[in-house]
């Protein structure tokens, strides 16, 4: 959910170099098997912002356009997260009346 706008940062504050470097040392936890779901996910919203900033420029909204989408990827992933969320702190009760109905 922060990754577009933590490697968007570290990439105006520290350069490009920078983020390469940090995605390098995820790719590492990852083969450690510290973060292995993290980087997945990581993974996935990347190539997902990168598709959809394609898709973007693709339909001639120009460069313009593509904080607009990053914005909007990162309120899904909180909409997502908040749902999950809610999601997961029912009770089995409330689970099984909601399958039911």
Do not use: K, Y
Request: a neutral charge; zero cysteines.
């Amino acid at each position: 959910m922060l990754g577009v706008p933590f490697g968007t940062f570290v990439g105006q504050t520290l350069g490009w170099r920078a983020s390469f470097w940090i995605v390098a040392a995820l790719g590492v936890a990852s083969l450690a098997g510290i973060a292995a779901p993290n980087i997945g996910a990581f993974n996935v919203g990347n190539a997902g912002s990168a598709w959809l900033g394609g898709l973007a420029l693709g339909h001639g909204l120009g460069l313009d356009a593509l904080p607009w989408v990053a914005a909007s990827v990162s309120f899904a992933a909180l909409v997502v997260t908040w749902l999950a969320a809610r999601l997961d702190a029912r009770s089995p009760a409330q689970s099984a009346a909601a399958t039911v109905q």
